[in-house]
């Protein structure tokens, strides 16, 4: 017990200490006024002026397209890899439903993967459309995060920076350095990183064993920082060579948290409002250490009816306890609750244990944070679905001051307003409507595993995992089905796209207004009383959205369990 | 702007009782109005209530189905669920018909005012000329008509020639009449008011229907009343909350018949109990309740005798950062008094204080007799009887005022017009007097000199008297984060020790009308929002601008069109009620949208178990207020929710207490009320429901 919350603690430590340096570090990549030689020549190659001032509209356009363009990239290499050459075992190229899936997949930072990585890509299309996916979807997000608080903190201005200029720096003077040293780190710590296909071994008992390999570290160091989570194997980090010691366990927990907490940093330094930015960062915290609590003592509480039959489940020097079912004894209760809270918590989607056999509080926590999908939230779009939230918190309950309500001396109106809603309206519609959807469609029982509420929170997982784009699956659920592949794929973009553009329009719409000084009579959001009740608002919200289909399937789950009855 | 007029030496005490709402509407008027309202044309501009306006035509549908024997769900549930659907939107239009029938009466007894009446329509615009009789509905714009004693101001115009005292007490509510008169800033006249003597020659300005009592009657009837900026945003919020509860509720129907079959059930939830519990969720107490909200703010303003042109005008007055307050008549009475006499040097001081009581024995103004009252307490010197003596009255030319006795002129007046009065007479204007002069107007005084022929006696000082109380109130403002500024004409010295003295942030001196409208102009640069009072013609440009300009009732055509509200009794003191009358009715607005978020908590708990127990049996475990069934748990919570709106109704119409405290106190204060209540009234509601309906099912 004490042994476990010194891991958290320690993590949790670290994680804070690195909000400040890369926040910092971000703040001043976002705002200098110069541009590097390797940054100039690609302004050259691609014809784009750095110095053009782009509007919301402008910005949010290039987003799309480029992202658009990306993805068609990596769908056409999906679909002809059977036709290009050096993959030692040939595997075939994807079919459509799945190219689109995977494609979708990957420019969205989702990384859900309805194929198994070392059966079905070829090293080639594991860095071409993978790895370089992961690495501009990652970018993508920053740079929209990087207009978005441009914008918030502008004033009767009419553009909110440059996308080429954001894009590019955050790729190259983030992404990039960072990726190259934790991907050493991994090398270092046992990570395959080779061009080979596979290593065969001869064993005793005769036939060859194939260990497939290839560009692994590499993949990781990305696969974590860019909050992406789609593995370079099916098992992705419970894989020994994508996570072989608790080192590197623990380097993907804080790589998967960097980015999204940096930005609260980065936020209150660019907006000089740093006391704001760390009320925010402490709203992610409180809602992090609280959805930790509930996965740690369900996993460490093991199962009511395991303990019935007389069955050991308790903590001792000699095992971690609790419900290990599904769960690498390596890593034990504590880093496994752990994983599972950041990874969802930061929409990464990255495994380190089957969620599908967590306890059902447990697996209740991962589909209830991407639901929220703001507890600290992927690259960028966390700290953005975050702001969404402020700014419905302040509508709410600002007008109690007799004042229309105000966001960072910014007059919240309706055509804010409308964008708000729509950012908020659009993860529910694609969840409960695709889940709706999807439980209506002829055949689908077949793709379930499991029967009762637990095969129905495994539909709800799937589309709220591609919705919040976390990719991370519940397993027991078939998807690479055409249904499936297409519908997950149309959640994973509305999830990305509906949210992001409306937000990023926001910003454009605050970035022309004034600003009104603030005073007593306004209304202080950098306080902790704004924190709880930011939190608060969060919690009511997905609670009151999301609670009904959670009763049916997680929650009955539980109950049900008590009442001695397992799925 | 008219500095010493009486009407603005109003005591301050009058605006904590503003007029009693003159008469509310009976209750069978309000049940008529209910149901009259539940036409689809009306229930469309209400999305939250449209929904549940739908869900009862549904469940009414289902109970007839029912009534075939085909019914989803036990007759008698259906009914009763359907009739308090339509409990709940019936209670949603009394609490509109409510806000509404304050305002009725109100434009009832304006329209009494607007009787048919003949206008005496001048052939040329002269008192003398010939005039043929002309009904009031077809003067127009630019006519020219003569009102004389006993006659009713056909329309709105303004006197062109001619004085006369008018009675307002149709549109101000006071009896005491007031003088038009043309030119200046008293030279407006309103259709519906009556000259009580003289006559006046009026140019129309407002053609029938477009008069200031026909916008009044609009406003207060709320028949022109659209949605202000803030009401739209939020509408925007309350429909989002209703789709989303709305998609929540559509796809638990789904969920329901795949768990049923995962689960080799057959049951699954009803379309009554999802419509009930969609009615639950959506936002329904704050969308009840929200036009009644913005008509009662109306309402309030008209109470304290303020008619906003917009309700635009009244939310931007809850938003107001910055006040400009005319010192004369909000800072200060009207009037100056008396405070002190200082002697020249080598003047003996009774001598003096003679001369400045005789000076000042005829003079009426209440500046001349507050220097008899100080005569009088000060040196014992009592009033006599001036036989032989000529007053000399103020005259704008001389700018003094005085009496001759016999050979002794003896006046009082300002400094530079008393200097010329004694070099005239090639007398000396002494050192120490001009320093005496310069020491008053420091100290926020305003002095007077007093000569007799070619000899400076001493000085008067005049002190302006800050109004009791006001001191209080811009304490008040500056802990709600709004900042006072003090307009005057007055020079910087005596300004700024006025504005010491009455606790104001800020002073602008030696005002022009161009210095108020870029002072204004600097404030919105900022993002600030300004409000102003004013009467006079050379504010319109000023009240234009300004974000809430309150125009004043007996000010000027001009002022009160650029306005974008009009104060009817004429009491500048009255843009901080306008300010807290705008805030409340935002508060009020926002704390019933929490009360009704908070709200949907309990429901959940009440319906959830109850609607999925069938498939689920240990969802039981979810119903923590132990309600009696599934039936009774769907009634209860459905009955709170159409109850909850009733008993809104008056924290609606009265709007929310307002303190003036800052924004954070404010937030917890309101937060623990209708954030924490808003969470913990449902459960014990609904409980209490249950507990009465148990025994009935």
Same mark, same amino acid.
């Given at each position: 017990m004490?042994?476990?919350?010194?891991?958290?603690v320690?993590?949790?430590?670290m994680?804070?200490v690195?909000v400040?340096?890369?926040?910092?570090?971000l703040?001043?990549?976002?705002?200098?006024?110069g541009?590097v030689?390797p940054?100039?020549?690609?302004?050259?190659?691609?014809?784009?002026?750095?110095g053009?001032?782009?509007s919301?509209k402008r910005?949010?356009m290039a987003?799309?397209?480029?992202?658009?363009?990306?993805?068609l990239?990596?769908?056409?290499?999906?679909?002809?890899?059977?036709?290009?050459p050096?993959?030692?075992?040939e595997?075939a190229?994807?079919?459509a439903?799945l190219?689109?899936?995977?494609a979708a997949?990957f420019?969205?930072?989702?990384?859900?993967?309805?194929?198994s990585?070392?059966?079905?890509?070829s090293?080639?299309?594991q860095?071409?459309?993978i790895t370089?996916?992961m690495?501009v979807?990652?970018?993508?997000?920053?740079?929209?995060?990087?207009?978005?608080?441009?914008g918030?903190?502008?004033?009767?201005?009419?553009?909110i920076?440059?996308?080429w200029?954001?894009?590019?720096?955050? #790729?190259?003077?983030v992404l990039?350095p960072?990726?190259?040293v934790?991907?050493?780190?991994y090398?270092w710590?046992?990570?395959?990183?080779?061009?080979?296909?596979?290593?065969?071994?001869d064993?005793?008992?005769g036939?060859?064993?194939h260990?497939?390999?290839?560009?692994?570290?590499?993949?990781?160091?990305?696969?974590?920082?860019?909050?992406?989570?789609?593995?370079?194997?099916?098992?992705n980090?419970?894989?020994?060579y994508e996570?072989?010691?608790?080192?590197?366990?623990?380097?993907?927990?804080?790589c998967?948290l960097l980015?999204?907490?940096?930005?609260?940093?980065?936020?209150?330094t660019?907006?000089l409002?740093r006391?704001?930015?760390w009320?925010?960062f402490?709203?992610f915290?409180?809602?992090?250490?609280?959805?930790?609590?509930?996965v740690y003592?369900?996993?460490q509480?093991?199962?009511?009816?395991l303990?019935?039959l007389?069955?050991?489940?308790q903590?001792?020097?000699?095992?971690?306890?609790g419900?290990?079912?599904g769960?690498e004894t390596?890593?034990?209760i504590?880093?496994?609750?752990?994983f599972?809270?950041v990874?969802t918590?930061a929409t990464?989607?990255? !495994?380190?244990a089957?969620?599908?056999?967590?306890?059902?509080?447990?697996?209740?926590?991962?589909?209830a944070?991407m639901?929220?999908?703001?507890?600290?939230?992927?690259?960028g779009?966390?700290f953005?679905?975050?702001?969404?939230?402020?700014?419905?918190?302040?509508?709410?309950?600002?007008?109690?001051?007799?004042?229309?309500?105000?966001?960072?001396?910014?007059k919240?109106?309706a055509?804010e307003m409308?964008?708000?809603?729509?950012?908020v309206l659009?993860h529910?519609?694609?969840?409960?409507?695709f889940? *709706?959807l999807?439980?209506?469609?002829?055949?689908?029982?077949?793709s379930?595993?499991?029967?009762g509420?637990?095969?129905f929170?495994?539909?709800?997982y799937?589309y709220?995992s591609?919705?919040?784009n976390?990719?991370?699956?519940?397993?027991g659920?078939n998807?690479?089905t055409?249904?499936?592949?297409?519908?997950?794929?149309l959640?994973?973009?509305?999830?990305?796209?509906?949210?992001?553009l409306p937000?990023?329009?926001?910003a454009?719409s605050?970035?022309?207004?004034?600003?009104?000084?603030e005073?007593?009579g306004?209304?202080?959001?950098?306080?902790?009383? %704004?924190?709880?009740?930011?939190?608060?608002?969060?919690?009511?919200v997905?609670?009151l959205?999301f609670?009904?289909?959670?009763?049916?399937?997680p929650?009955?789950?539980h109950?049900?369990?008590?009442?001695?009855h397992?799925? | 702007?008219s500095?010493?007029?009486?009407?603005?030496?109003a005591p301050?005490?009058d605006?904590d009782?503003?007029?009693? *709402?003159r008469?509310?509407?009976?209750?069978?008027?309000?049940?008529?109005?209910?149901?009259?309202?539940?036409?689809?044309?009306v229930?469309?501009k209400n999305?939250?209530?449209f929904?549940?306006?739908?869900?009862?035509?549904?469940?009414?549908?289902?109970w007839?189905q029912?009534?075939?024997?085909?019914g989803e769900?036990p007759?008698?549930?259906?009914f009763?669920?359907?009739?308090?659907?339509w409990?709940?939107v019936?209670?949603?239009n009394?609490?509109e018909?409510?806000?509404?029938?304050?305002?009725?009466?109100?434009?009832?007894?304006?329209?009494?005012?607007?009787?048919r009446? %003949?206008?005496?329509?001048?052939?040329?615009?002269?008192?003398?000329?010939?005039?043929?009789?002309?009904?009031?509905d077809?003067?127009?714009?630019?006519?020219?008509?003569?009102?004389?004693?006993g006659?009713?101001?056909?329309?709105d115009?303004?006197?062109i020639?001619g004085?006369?005292?008018v009675?307002e007490s149709a549109? #101000?509510?006071?009896s005491a009449p007031v003088?038009?008169?043309?030119g200046?800033?008293f030279?407006?006249?309103?259709?519906?008011t009556?000259?009580?003597?003289?006559?006046?020659?009026?140019r129309?300005?407002?053609?029938p229907?477009?008069?200031?009592?026909?916008?009044m009657?609009a406003?207060v009837?709320?028949?022109?009343?659209?949605?202000?900026p803030n009401?739209?945003?939020?509408?925007?919020?309350l429909?989002?909350?209703?789709l989303?509860?709305?998609? !929540?509720?559509?796809?638990?129907?789904?969920?329901?018949?795949?768990?049923?079959?995962?689960?080799g059930e057959?049951?699954?939830?009803s379309?009554?109990?999802?419509i009930?519990?969609?009615?639950?969720?959506?936002p329904?107490?704050?969308?009840?309740l929200?036009?009644?909200v913005g008509?009662?703010?109306m309402?309030?303003?008209m109470?304290?005798?303020?008619?906003a042109t917009?309700?635009r005008?009244?939310?931007?007055?809850?938003?107001?950062d910055?006040l400009?307050?005319?010192?004369?008549?909000?800072?200060?009475?009207?009037t100056?008094?008396?405070?002190?006499f200082l002697?020249?040097a080598?003047?003996?001081?009774?001598?003096?204080?003679?001369?400045?009581?005789?000076?000042?024995l005829a003079?009426?103004?209440?500046e001349?007799?507050?220097?008899v009252?100080?005569a009088?307490?000060?040196?014992?010197?009592?009033?006599?009887?001036?036989?032989?003596? =000529?007053?000399?009255?103020?005259s704008?030319?001389?700018?003094?005022?005085?009496v001759d006795?016999?050979?002794?002129?003896?006046?009082?007046?300002?400094?530079d017009a008393i200097?010329?009065?004694?070099e005239?007479?090639s007398g000396?204007?002494?050192e120490d007097v001009?320093?005496?002069v310069?020491?008053?107007a420091?100290r926020?005084?305003?002095?007077?000199?007093?000569?007799?022929?070619?000899?400076?006696?001493?000085v008067?000082e005049l002190?302006?008297i800050?109004?009791g109380?006001?001191k209080?109130?811009?304490?008040?403002?500056?802990r709600?984060g709004?900042?006072?500024?003090?307009?005057t004409?007055?020079n910087?010295?005596?300004?700024?020790?006025?504005?010491?003295?009455a606790?104001v942030?800020?002073v602008l001196?030696?005002?022009?009308?161009?210095d108020?409208?870029t002072?204004?102009?600097?404030?919105q640069?900022?993002?600030r929002?300004v409000?102003m009072t004013?009467?006079?013609?050379?504010?319109a440009? *000023?009240?234009a601008?300004?974000?809430?300009?309150?125009?004043m009732?007996s000010?000027?055509?001009?002022?009160?069109?650029?306005?974008?509200?009009?104060d009817?009794?004429?009491n500048?003191?009255?843009l901080?009620?306008?300010?807290?009358?705008?805030?409340?009715m935002?508060? #009020?607005?926002g704390a019933?949208t929490?009360?009704?978020?908070?709200n949907?908590?309990?429901k959940y %708990?009440?319906i959830?178990?109850?609607?999925f127990v069938?498939?689920?049996?240990?969802?039981?475990a979810?119903?923590?207020?132990?309600? =009696?069934s599934?039936?009774?748990a769907v009634?209860?919570a459905?009955?709170f929710?159409?109850?909850?709106?009733?008993a809104?109704?008056?924290?609606?119409?009265?709007?929310?207490?307002?303190?003036?405290?800052p924004?954070?106190?404010?937030?917890s204060?309101?937060?623990?009320?209708?954030?924490?209540?808003g969470?913990?009234?449902?459960?014990?509601g609904?409980?209490?429901i249950?507990?009465v309906?148990?025994?009935?099912?």
């Amino acid at each position: 017990m004490v042994n476990d919350l010194v891991q958290f603690v320690i993590v949790v430590g670290m994680a804070t200490v690195l909000v400040a340096v890369c926040g910092a570090w971000l703040a001043r990549v976002l705002t200098s006024p110069g541009h590097v030689l390797p940054e100039r020549m690609t302004y050259g190659l691609m014809g784009v002026d750095p110095g053009e001032a782009m509007s919301w509209k402008r910005y949010g356009m290039a987003l799309l397209f480029s992202n658009g363009a990306m993805m068609l990239l990596g769908y056409g290499l999906l679909r002809i890899q059977g036709l290009l050459p050096f993959d030692s075992l040939e595997r075939a190229a994807q079919t459509a439903d799945l190219a689109f899936n995977t494609a979708a997949s990957f420019i969205t930072n989702t990384n859900w993967q309805s194929y198994s990585g070392e059966s079905s890509l070829s090293n080639f299309s594991q860095m071409a459309v993978i790895t370089f996916l992961m690495m501009v979807s990652a970018a993508t997000g920053v740079a929209a995060c990087a207009g978005f608080i441009r914008g918030l903190g502008r004033k009767s201005a009419r553009d909110i920076g440059n996308y080429w200029v954001d894009f590019t720096r955050v #790729t190259y003077r983030v992404l990039m350095p960072i990726c190259l040293v934790v991907a050493l780190i991994y090398v270092w710590q046992g990570m395959p990183q080779t061009l080979n296909a596979e290593a065969v071994a001869d064993t005793l008992e005769g036939p060859a064993q194939h260990l497939l390999m290839g560009p692994v570290a590499s993949l990781e160091a990305i696969k974590h920082v860019g909050t992406n989570g789609g593995g370079f194997f099916g098992m992705n980090a419970a894989h020994p060579y994508e996570n072989p010691t608790p080192l590197t366990n623990t380097i993907h927990m804080l790589c998967m948290l960097l980015i999204p907490s940096a930005l609260t940093y980065c936020f209150g330094t660019m907006l000089l409002r740093r006391r704001q930015g760390w009320a925010f960062f402490a709203a992610f915290l409180v809602m992090f250490l609280g959805f930790l609590a509930v996965v740690y003592s369900a996993e460490q509480q093991g199962n009511p009816l395991l303990a019935a039959l007389g069955v050991d489940q308790q903590d001792s020097v000699l095992q971690s306890g609790g419900n290990m079912e599904g769960k690498e004894t390596r890593f034990g209760i504590a880093q496994t609750s752990l994983f599972v809270t950041v990874t969802t918590a930061a929409t990464t989607g990255s !495994v380190d244990a089957m969620h599908d056999s967590l306890t059902p509080l447990g697996g209740l926590v991962p589909i209830a944070q991407m639901m929220l999908n703001d507890v600290f939230g992927g690259d960028g779009v966390g700290f953005i679905n975050l702001i969404t939230f402020a700014i419905l918190t302040v509508f709410l309950v600002g007008m109690m001051i007799g004042r229309t309500p105000e966001f960072l001396g910014k007059k919240i109106e309706a055509r804010e307003m409308k964008l708000v809603m729509l950012a908020v309206l659009a993860h529910p519609f694609s969840i409960l409507g695709f889940t *709706a959807l999807a439980v209506l469609w002829p055949g689908s029982q077949d793709s379930l595993a499991n029967v009762g509420p637990h095969g129905f929170s495994e539909i709800l997982y799937a589309y709220t995992s591609g919705t919040a784009n976390n990719g991370s699956a519940f397993a027991g659920l078939n998807a690479n089905t055409p249904f499936f592949n297409t519908t997950i794929g149309l959640a994973m973009l509305i999830g990305r796209y509906f949210t992001l553009l409306p937000m990023l329009a926001v910003a454009g719409s605050l970035a022309a207004k004034k600003t009104v000084p603030e005073g007593p009579g306004t209304l202080p959001t950098a306080t902790p009383m %704004f924190t709880i009740l930011l939190v608060f608002v969060v919690l009511v919200v997905g609670g009151l959205t999301f609670l009904p289909a959670l009763a049916l399937g997680p929650i009955v789950e539980h109950l049900l369990m008590l009442a001695g009855h397992l799925f | 702007m008219s500095s010493l007029n009486d009407r603005s030496s109003a005591p301050l005490e009058d605006l904590d009782n503003p007029l009693p *709402a003159r008469t509310s509407m009976s209750w069978p008027t309000v049940t008529v109005e209910a149901f009259r309202k539940l036409s689809p044309r009306v229930q469309w501009k209400n999305p939250v209530m449209f929904v549940v306006y739908l869900g009862s035509i549904v469940t009414s549908l289902l109970w007839v189905q029912a009534l075939t024997g085909e019914g989803e769900a036990p007759t008698g549930f259906i009914f009763a669920i359907a009739i308090w659907l339509w409990f709940t939107v019936l209670f949603a239009n009394a609490a509109e018909a409510m806000a509404e029938g304050r305002g009725k009466a109100q434009a009832a007894a304006l329209r009494a005012a607007r009787k048919r009446v %003949f206008a005496k329509q001048l052939s040329e615009p002269r008192h003398d000329a010939s005039w043929k009789p002309v009904p009031s509905d077809e003067i127009r714009t630019g006519m020219v008509v003569l009102v004389e004693a006993g006659d009713i101001v056909p329309a709105d115009g303004e006197v062109i020639d001619g004085a006369a005292s008018v009675d307002e007490s149709a549109i #101000t509510g006071e009896s005491a009449p007031v003088i038009r008169e043309s030119g200046g800033d008293f030279s407006a006249v309103t259709g519906g008011t009556k000259v009580l003597s003289d006559w006046i020659v009026v140019r129309i300005t407002a053609n029938p229907g477009e008069a200031f009592l026909d916008r009044m009657i609009a406003m207060v009837e709320g028949a022109k009343r659209g949605k202000t900026p803030n009401e739209v945003a939020l509408t925007i919020l309350l429909v989002a909350l209703t789709l989303i509860f709305l998609l !929540v509720c559509v796809t638990l129907m789904p969920f329901s018949m795949f768990s049923a079959a995962l689960n080799g059930e057959s049951q699954i939830v009803s379309v009554t109990v999802l419509i009930a519990l969609l009615v639950c969720l959506i936002p329904t107490t704050i969308g009840a309740l929200l036009s009644a909200v913005g008509i009662a703010g109306m309402s309030r303003m008209m109470q304290a005798n303020v008619l906003a042109t917009s309700g635009r005008a009244i939310e931007a007055a809850g938003d107001v950062d910055v006040l400009l307050l005319d010192k004369t008549g909000t800072i200060t009475l009207g009037t100056r008094e008396a405070a002190a006499f200082l002697p020249a040097a080598g003047v003996d001081e009774r001598a003096r204080v003679d001369a400045a009581q005789l000076a000042s024995l005829a003079d009426e103004t209440p500046e001349g007799r507050s220097i008899v009252v100080l005569a009088k307490q000060r040196y014992g010197l009592r009033g006599r009887d001036l036989a032989g003596s =000529h007053p000399v009255p103020f005259s704008a030319h001389t700018r003094m005022s005085g009496v001759d006795i016999g050979t002794r002129q003896i006046r009082k007046g300002a400094s530079d017009a008393i200097r010329q009065f004694v070099e005239g007479q090639s007398g000396r204007f002494p050192e120490d007097v001009t320093r005496m002069v310069t020491a008053i107007a420091s100290r926020g005084g305003t002095p007077l000199v007093v000569a007799e022929n070619e000899r400076i006696l001493g000085v008067i000082e005049l002190k302006d008297i800050v109004k009791g109380g006001i001191k209080d109130r811009f304490a008040d403002l500056r802990r709600m984060g709004i900042k006072t500024v003090m307009i005057t004409g007055d020079n910087r010295l005596t300004a700024a020790a006025l504005a010491a003295g009455a606790g104001v942030d800020d002073v602008l001196a030696e005002a022009t009308p161009e210095d108020k409208l870029t002072l204004i102009r600097r404030y919105q640069a900022d993002g600030r929002l300004v409000a102003m009072t004013g009467d006079g013609t050379n504010d319109a440009p *000023a009240l234009a601008q300004a974000d809430v300009a309150v125009a004043m009732n007996s000010g000027t055509q001009a002022a009160k069109e650029a306005g974008n509200m009009v104060d009817l009794d004429s009491n500048p003191t009255k843009l901080l009620q306008v300010v807290e009358v705008g805030k409340q009715m935002i508060m #009020t607005r926002g704390a019933l949208t929490t009360f009704s978020v908070a709200n949907d908590l309990a429901k959940y %708990f009440a319906i959830i178990p109850a609607a999925f127990v069938a498939t689920y049996p240990p969802l039981a475990a979810l119903n923590i207020m132990g309600l =009696h069934s599934p039936t009774s748990a769907v009634l209860s919570a459905v009955i709170f929710n159409a109850l909850i709106i009733v008993a809104l109704v008056p924290l609606a119409l009265k709007g929310v207490r307002y303190r003036a405290e800052p924004a954070q106190k404010l937030l917890s204060r309101n937060l623990l009320i209708y954030g924490v209540g808003g969470v913990i009234a449902p459960f014990a509601g609904i409980k209490l429901i249950d507990l009465v309906l148990s025994p009935f099912l």
